[in-house]
């Protein structure tokens, strides 16, 4: 996911300029997302045979991009460390189960090739970085990641517009 990738590039100019932690403080904020994506993980798979995957979906974008944009603004490592596992969470989350509805939604004969067009938005993440990279040396890191995670929030906010055309595929 683009969020993920733009996110990670950011964090040490977060640990460096704004955190002031160190490499030690790196380190930690590296790792928090990738514990929330474990975490997220194991609570997802209560979830298997929830039906409304899609809402799920949305929900966990919404918590992302809130995330995102609070961590933006945070001065706090700790509090900083609580939002990078939630967001590494939610974003985990947001990714498991776009590729459980896309599976489910389409037939045997253009799944791999539909999944291959999926795949693609992974390896636009460091080229969508350029664009956020130059966005934070326009103005700042904190404004970029704020940015990054209003769009979270508006794609989620279509997601859920749109929720009723995937009835069907759930």
Do not use: H
């Amino acid at each position: 996911m683009l969020t993920a990738t733009t996110t990670s590039s950011f964090i040490p100019v977060f640990a460096r300029d704004i955190l002031g932690v160190g490499a030690v403080g790196y380190g930690y904020l590296q790792a928090a997302p990738g514990a929330g994506a474990v975490i997220a993980l194991l609570l997802l798979s209560f979830f298997t045979y929830y039906k409304r995957k899609t809402k799920l979906q949305a929900i966990f974008g919404i918590i992302m991009g809130i995330c995102l944009i609070i961590f933006s603004m945070s001065s706090w490592l700790y509090f900083s460390l609580l939002l990078l596992i939630v967001f590494g969470g939610m974003q985990i989350g947001f990714t498991s189960l776009n590729t459980a509805v896309i599976q489910n939604a389409v037939t045997d004969n253009i799944r791999g090739r539909i999944m291959s067009w999926r795949e693609i938005a992974f390896g636009l993440g460091p080229v969508v970085s350029i664009l956020f990279g130059a966005i934070a040396q326009r103005t700042s890191v904190s404004v970029s990641l704020g940015l990054l995670g209003v769009i979270s929030l508006i794609v989620s906010f279509l997601l859920i517009a749109f929720l009723s055309r995937f009835k069907k595929v759930e």
